[in-house]
């Protein structure tokens, strides 16, 4: 049994919110063409626990921290601010994006252990664990 100290897993994510990437533009949108990191800014671990979400290192303030009830869902898409062509061609690039209401509303977009190489993440893993979490 898991206390509330002892992660379920954890990885490394590059992160960005929809409001991030939506004032991305021109040489931020080409130089992701060769590595996500000029989109996706925030880096760190996420880290899940019984009873919560860490985004370890999401801002200057330190982690975010998100319980259940701050995740409306949480799924592997590709959207107008990162489609197919920025994301990789295979389905394996699409990222996972959870849709929170705190600490304020919107989209954020978390490629979960991102090999740049291969463009294939964990997201679809990370997708059924934290929707299992929610469902938990």
């Known amino acids: 049994m898991?206390?509330?100290g002892t992660p379920l897993a954890e990885a490394d994510y590059i992160a960005a919110t929809a409001d991030e990437l939506s004032r991305r533009q021109g040489a931020d949108r080409a130089a992701a063409l060769v590595s996500q990191r000029a989109l996706f800014q925030r880096r760190g671990?996420?880290?899940l626990h019984p009873d919560r979400l860490v985004l370890t290192n999401w801002?200057?303030?330190g982690s975010l921290v998100l319980v259940r009830t701050d995740i409306t869902a949480a799924e592997t898409r590709f959207t107008d601010l990162y489609g197919r062509f920025v994301g990789g061609l295979l389905n394996a690039g699409k990222p996972l994006v959870l849709t929170v209401t705190a600490?304020?509303?919107g989209d954020l977009y978390l490629p979960v252990n991102r090999r740049e190489f291969m463009e294939t993440t964990d997201d679809r893993q990370w997708e059924k664990r934290i929707n299992e979490w929610l469902n938990g």
């Open 2 to 4: 898991n206390t509330a």
């Open 103 to 105: 600490p304020s509303p």
């Open 45 to 47: 671990r996420i880290v």
């Open 59 to 61: 801002s200057d303030t």
